[in-house]
C-alpha cells in the first residue's frame, strides 16, 4: 500500500511516498478501511524463519555409529547436494545426496558436528537442514535474512547503506555458527544487532530498510552550522 502526503496546490510528483504492507481491510456500504505495517512485518516467525523448515523424515532408522541417512520420497528439492542436517539433537553433515525407489539417500555423512553426540534415530525422525554461517559478515547475513527469507523486494532494502556501514564499522565481526532449528528472521535480526551493535529499522520516507552501527560521532556527524534562520526558534535560544 502506498500512501501519498503533501500540500494542496503541489503536483504529486512533489508528495511524500510512503510504503506498507496490508494487514486486513475493512468495508460497508460507507466506509473502506486499511490497516497496513511496516515492511519489516515480513520478517515476524511465521512469515520467515531461518532454516526455511523441511519436511523429510526417516525411512530406514540408524544406529549411534554409522551408515547413510534414508529419507522417505524425492526431498532433494528441499535440501541442497551437500549440507548440514539435524536429526533430533544431532547434527551432521553430508557430502552429496541421491534419489531412488522413492527414497532419498545421503551419503558421505560425518556423524555428530558441532558439539552435538551421536545417538540412535527411529523411522519417522524428522530430518531438518541447517543454516551454517562460515566466516559471514554482518551485512551477508543481513541482506539474505531479509532478501532471500524474508522475501522483501532488493530495492526496497538499502544494500550499499548496509554494505558501507558494515565496511566502516563493522568489520571486525566475522559470523560463524550453524542455525540448527527454524528460527524467525526478526529474531536473528534482533540477536545479532545486540551482539553486533547496530540498528535496523524501515525508514519510510526513503522507503528502504536500513541498518547503522553505533559507533562514536564523526566530524561529518557534528560539523553544522547553527543560525537564527534554520535552528533557532525566533526569540529564544531554543
Known amino acids: 500500500v502506498?500512501?501519498?502526503?503533501?500540500?494542496?496546490?503541489?503536483?504529486?510528483?512533489?508528495f511524500q511516498?510512503?510504503?506498507?504492507?496490508?494487514?486486513?481491510?475493512?468495508?460497508?456500504?460507507?466506509?473502506?478501511?486499511?490497516?497496513?505495517?511496516?515492511?519489516?512485518?515480513?520478517?515476524?516467525f511465521l512469515k520467515a524463519q531461518v532454516p526455511a523448515p523441511t519436511s523429510g523424515v526417516l525411512y530406514q532408522a540408524m544406529d549411534a555409529i554409522s551408515g547413510p541417512v534414508r529419507v522417505l520420497g524425492d526431498v532433494r528439492y528441499q535440501y541442497p547436494p551437500t549440507g548440514t542436517i539435524r536429526i533430533n539433537d544431532e547434527l551432521m553433515v553430508y557430502g552429496g545426496r541421491n534419489y531412488g525407489a522413492n527414497v532419498t539417500t545421503f551419503h558421505t555423512i560425518t556423524r555428530a558436528t558441532d558439539g552435538s553426540t551421536a545417538t540412535t534415530h527411529a523411522v519417522g525422525d524428522l530430518v531438518q537442514l541447517c543454516r551454517r554461517y562460515t566466516n559471514a559478515s554482518v551485512a551477508d547475513a543481513l541482506k539474505e535474512w531479509t532478501i532471500t527469507d524474508a522475501g522483501i523486494p532488493a530495492q526496497l532494502v538499502d544494500?550499499?547503506?548496509?554494505?558501507?556501514?558494515?565496511?566502516?564499522?563493522?568489520?571486525?565481526?566475522?559470523?560463524?555458527?550453524?542455525?540448527?532449528?527454524?528460527?524467525?528472521?526478526?529474531?536473528?535480526?534482533?540477536?545479532?544487532?545486540?551482539?553486533?551493535?547496530?540498528?535496523?529499522?524501515?525508514?519510510?520516507?526513503?522507503?528502504?530498510?536500513?541498518?547503522?552501527a553505533i559507533h562514536a560521532a564523526t566530524i561529518a556527524d557534528i560539523a553544522m552550522q547553527i543560525n537564527?534562520?534554520?535552528?533557532?526558534?525566533?526569540?529564544?535560544?531554543?
Not at 228 to 238: E, L, P, R, T, W
Open 2 to 14: 502506498r500512501r501519498y502526503t503533501g500540500y494542496n496546490g503541489e503536483f504529486l510528483s512533489a
Open 17 to 44: 511516498q510512503q510504503t506498507f504492507v496490508l494487514d486486513s481491510a475493512q468495508y460497508s456500504e460507507e466506509v473502506i478501511s486499511f490497516a497496513c505495517r511496516d515492511v519489516l512485518t515480513r520478517t515476524e
Open 159 to 212: 544494500v550499499a547503506g548496509i554494505e558501507a556501514e558494515d565496511v566502516a564499522y563493522l568489520s571486525a565481526y566475522h559470523l560463524n555458527t550453524v542455525i540448527a532449528e527454524p528460527t524467525g528472521v526478526s529474531k536473528l535480526i534482533g540477536q545479532l544487532s545486540q551482539e553486533c551493535s547496530f540498528y535496523v529499522w524501515w525508514d519510510e520516507r526513503v522507503q528502504k530498510v536500513r541498518m547503522q
Open 228 to 238: 537564527y534562520d534554520k535552528n533557532i526558534v525566533a526569540g529564544s535560544f531554543k
